[in-house]
């Protein structure tokens, strides 16, 4: 089962800062997030594994609450070039390798 | 270093042909993954291997076949295309299950 994002789309100024979610039903072993510039492969950004610590990419961090099966990213002081859909991705405790993809969220920055 | 390649870029087929979508890699990766992409749906996993000779069904699996006889190949099988089987598919790599996936550059395909 797809996990969930929220929101779909979000529009921001530069500077701005914005929070993706995402949630599951399952028991998770990791979370994944990965960006995908229109016309472009994903890329990834981070990976969280269980236990709840928070990473950082550049302004770019994320956290994993286990207990909730959620995982959020945060975009701080925004930049043009993180205009694109973000996309989680979870692997359900066992590690079996089935990385399953949120819908994705669009983000997109304005000067 | 060429990473994860795919070919062809681009295909056409008409309702019935069958098609291979060629995924290699050069990062003697474990782990490789086919996904497609469509509007609104986010990535779909098809198939995966998580070594050579190893592989499993994915969420949408139907009408795809998949081999993984060496480490570097993983090849899709289309056995007889379907208009639902436009989309733009995404071969991805990583060492090992669980880690960074890299992706290749995609293949559009639209079937008529």
């Known amino acids: 089962q797809q996990p969930v994002q929220s929101p779909q789309a979000v529009i921001l100024r530069e500077g701005e800062d914005a929070v993706i979610n995402c949630s599951s039903s399952?028991?998770?072993?990791?979370v994944h997030w990965y960006r995908q510039k229109h016309g472009e492969a994903p890329v990834f950004l981070m990976i969280?594994?269980?236990?709840?610590e928070q990473k950082g990419h550049e302004k770019i961090s994320a956290s994993f609450n286990e207990k909730k099966q959620q995982s959020s990213l945060y975009l701080t002081a925004s930049q043009l070039s993180y205009s694109g859909t973000y996309f989680c991705?979870?692997?359900?405790?066992?590690?079996?390798?089935?990385?399953?993809f949120g819908q994705g969220t669009t983000l997109q920055v304005k000067p | 270093n060429a990473g994860v390649t795919q070919t062809p870029k681009f295909q056409v087929l008409k309702t019935g042909q069958s098609m291979t979508l060629q995924c290699a890699q050069d990062?003697?990766?474990?782990?490789m993954s086919w996904y497609r992409q469509d509007p609104g749906m986010g990535l779909r996993l098809i198939h995966y291997?998580?070594?050579?000779?190893?592989?499993d069904q994915g969420e949408v699996p139907n009408g795809y076949n998949v081999s993984r006889s060496t480490t570097e190949d993983f090849p899709l099988r289309l056995l007889s295309a379907a208009p639902s089987q436009t989309s733009v598919y995404f071969c991805?790599?990583?060492?090992?299950?669980?880690?960074?996936?890299?992706f290749g550059s995609g293949t559009q395909l639209s079937v008529l």
């Open positions: 991805a790599s990583s060492q090992n299950r669980g880690e960074k996936l890299f």
């Open positions: 399952k028991a998770l072993y990791s």
């Open positions: 969280l594994l269980k236990g709840g």
């Open positions: 991705g979870t692997l359900s405790s066992g590690n079996t390798g089935k990385l399953i």
């Open positions: 990062m003697n990766h474990e782990y």
């Open positions: 291997s998580v070594g050579a000779g190893i592989t």
